[in-house]
T-cell receptor, first 111, second 112 residues
């Protein structure tokens, strides 16, 4: 099956700085790569996703890049704010619904 | 429109007891799934359903049963709870291809 590795496991950044989370996947057939944000006591919520026919996607302060050859993808958050503090998960899938998740990154934005 | 609801929010069981975690959705989504979340391991797929009457196993199905008699409901059954099933359980739905998965608020289960 698919194996998704996520780094780092924890990330502390100063407010206003950028945060980068990286993931690698093992199955070259995977074609859908979502990122989820999970706040304490809540379920994961989709923040951005990318498909294998696109190399980069941006939504305001959040961007995702995908390198199919190297089988890795990254989440970039610019101008971080305290409300960006949460656990972030990457995932990979061949069919949109059977997601394989990374272990998560706890992001702390210091005021 | 309540989205995805899960009950109960918290549950404590003794080893060997059985229980059913409930998941309901009012969005008429075809696809529903159950994940468990353990520290340092992300979310792992337990069972999923692509429509009423159809279920299949995910990555970690042992010890769990599911059924999908209606579009709205997808209960997860623990037949004989074990301490290894202590986890947070999330139900998720998806309308169809090219759409996002919506996760419920979760059920925190402790098995003593």
């Amino acid at each position: 099956g698919e194996n998704v590795e996520q780094h780092p496991s924890t990330l502390s950044v100063q407010e206003g700085d950028s945060a980068v989370i990286k993931c690698t996947y093992s199955d070259s057939a995977s074609n859908y790569f979502p990122w989820y944000k999970q706040e304490l006591g809540k379920g994961p919520q989709l923040i951005i996703d990318i498909r294998s026919n696109v190399g980069e996607k941006k939504d305001q302060r959040i961007a995702v890049t995908l390198n199919k050859t190297a089988k890795h993808f990254s989440l970039h958050i610019t101008e971080t704010q305290p409300e960006d503090s949460a656990v972030y998960f990457c995932a990979a899938s061949k069919n949109d619904y059977k997601l394989s998740f990374g272990a998560g990154t706890t992001v702390t934005v210091r005021a | 429109n309540a989205g995805v609801t899960q009950t109960p929010k918290f549950q404590v069981l003794k080893t060997g007891q059985s229980m059913t975690l409930q998941c309901a959705q009012d969005m008429n989504h075809e696809y529903m799934s159950w994940y468990r979340q353990d520290p340092g391991m992300g979310l792992r797929l337990i069972h999923y359903s692509v429509g009423a009457g159809i279920t299949d196993q995910g990555e970690v199905p042992n010890g769990y049963n599911v059924s999908r008699s209606t579009t709205e409901d997808f209960p997860l059954r623990l037949l004989s709870a074990a301490p290894s099933q202590t986890s947070v359980y999330f139900c998720a739905t998806l309308r169809g291809r090219n759409n996002e998965q919506f996760f419920g608020p979760g059920t925190r289960l402790t098995v003593l």
